[in-house]
């Protein structure tokens, strides 16, 4: 093998060990995604989109931005986006507050953009669906043996 190819081999595995140790040494950004979340919720609670529209439109980007990345497994620039989503966030909550707005709950996750109804609860058992035991028989329904009906051992 000539110096030029092995090289060539080299960069290849060089390159190719690199590719495979970014989603091996770069943790998934749960907590960040979680925190970024927890803000922008808290930012919709006090009215952010309407008080400090422009940063709160910020972070809505940066936060669709980092879920992007994380779907697509950028991990390190999912976490930069999230981290800046939060910011964004927190910044626009603390503007809406400043300017005299009150925290409203809200039915309808802001991140999602439907409303998220509450959990089924498991169906209780009719009076049909819960087994009944079986009557037991009366004596006159088990037929009693005839003996005129019954073979004669003889012929």
């Known amino acids: 093998m000539s110096l030029h190819q092995t090289l060539k081999t080299g960069v290849v595995l060089a390159l ?22 927890a803000a922008l919720k808290s930012a919709k609670e006090v009215q952010a989109d309407t008080m400090a529209p422009g940063t709160y439109r ?32 927190e910044d626009a909550e603390f503007t809406a507050l400043k300017s005299g707005t009150t925290r409203q709950e809200t039915p309808v996750d802001p991140l999602q953009g439907e409303f998220q109804p509450p959990p089924m609860p498991s169906p209780s058992p009719t009076p049909s669906d819960t087994p009944q035991p079986l009557p037991s028989p009366s004596p006159s329904a088990i037929p009693s043996p005839d003996p005129s009906s019954s073979p004669s051992p003889h012929p």
């Open 16 to 37: 190719l060990a690199g590719i495979a140790s970014c989603s091996v040494v770069a943790t998934r950004p749960d907590q960040e995604l979680s925190d970024a979340s």
């Open 58 to 89: 910020k972070a809505i980007e940066n936060f669709d931005k980092g879920r992007r990345e994380y779907r697509f497994k950028n991990y390190i620039e999912a976490k930069s986006y999230l981290i800046k989503a939060k910011s964004y966030a």
